[in-house]
């Protein structure tokens, strides 16, 4: 039986079984360059036992700016995606539980051109499913630089999160596989520090933050700007955001991935080069962690806004904004 089979997907405006949500195969506009997609966790707060998206908005706003610099026109705007996420989330009617979302932009129809044309309206989907958090585990990895160098942005800019733009990355985690590290740190074409596989990276220097500049090719990570925050705020860190050579990788005192997967994910060492002890996260990065797990988790009131309620109160296929019947009044006022 497959995974999603019983679940649902919202579509366009329609909550419908996961099973019946299909694409023609020779719907060359789903498969093609110009889909765009996200990826949001909600977390279950066991103090407010309620599910919260993690900085939802945020993530539904750059999906609609990837659409938009992909020459695409969404119909729906972004405070539609998350009451459509909300109403998606709450027919799971599960507590306990931490539910990845899947939100992702193609162009609508079959299309026989080479290339998807401008001005397509984009069809959005958004498809949910249980994961299992890794903060506060004690996990860590290890990072090889990727004998392939990041994509130009200038060719194809690094804040439009499209598939097309994840295959540099899949090259990365196989030539780091193929060297025995767990991820791979991709340079770009003047040497400088980019980013892993669908993750940020900052070092710690001297109790100062770094992390690489987004003119050198970084996507505009929503994690990346989060802990950025919660270093200065929480922690009273210095942050650096610069280009970063290749030798500080190796000189670091303490470095980490972060992102909505890898969450925050500290390395041991960088083409075997040990990163601290070269066994466990430094100090700073198990605070940095430490302070996103509570918010992420709800522990704390102070960055309520970041998080959005699903109250799982709901029995499924009740009347809601999006319900099987296909009514929605929550389309973009244009």
């Known amino acids: 039986m497959s995974a999603g089979y019983g679940r649902l997907i919202w ?101 026989r051109q080479q290339m998807v044309p401008r001005g397509t309206p984009a069809e959005i989907a958004i498809e949910t499913w249980e994961f299992e958090s890794k903060l506060g585990q004690g996990r860590t990895c290890t990072l090889a630089v990727s004998s392939w160098p990041r994509f130009n942005h200038g060719a194809s800019p690094a804040s439009m999160k499209v598939f097309s733009n994840y295959h540099n990355g899949r090259l990365g985690n196989i030539d780091a596989a193929a060297r025995g590290a767990d991820w791979p740190i991709f340079l770009n074409t003047n040497g400088h520090v980019t980013e892993s596989s669908g993750s940020c990276i900052a070092l710690v220097k001297r109790g100062r933050l770094v992390t690489p500049s987004l003119s050198d090719g970084v996507l505009d990570s929503i994690t990346r700007r989060t802990l950025i925050q919660l270093a200065q705020e929480e922690l009273g860190l210095e942050v650096e955001t610069r280009s970063v050579e290749r030798t500080e990788l190796y000189l670091a005192d303490e470095i980490f991935l972060m992102g909505t997967s890898a969450e925050v994910l500290p390395a041991v060492s960088v083409d075997g080069i040990p990163i601290g002890d070269g066994k466990t996260a430094g100090e700073v990065t198990q605070a940095i962690e430490a302070c996103y797990h509570d918010t992420v988790r709800a522990a704390t009131h102070k960055y309520d806004e970041w998080l959005t309620p699903v109250h799982l109160d709901r029995t499924p296929g009740a009347p809601g904004l999006f319900s099987p019947t296909g009514s929605s009044d929550a389309r973009s006022s244009k």
């Open 11 to 111: 579509r366009n405006g329609v909550l419908m079984p996961w099973e019946e949500a299909t694409i023609h195969v020779s719907s060359v506009g789903h498969a093609s360059v110009s889909a765009a997609f996200e990826g949001v966790h909600s977390y279950w707060s066991s103090t407010r036992e309620t599910l919260h998206g993690f900085r939802l908005r945020d993530h539904m706003q750059r999906l609609l700016e990837s659409l938009r610099l992909s020459w695409m026109e969404p119909e729906f705007d972004a405070d539609a995606l998350v009451a459509a996420t909300v109403e998606l989330l709450a027919s799971w009617q599960t507590t306990g539980k931490d539910l990845h979302i899947r939100p992702w932009g193609f162009a609508a129809g079959t299309h």
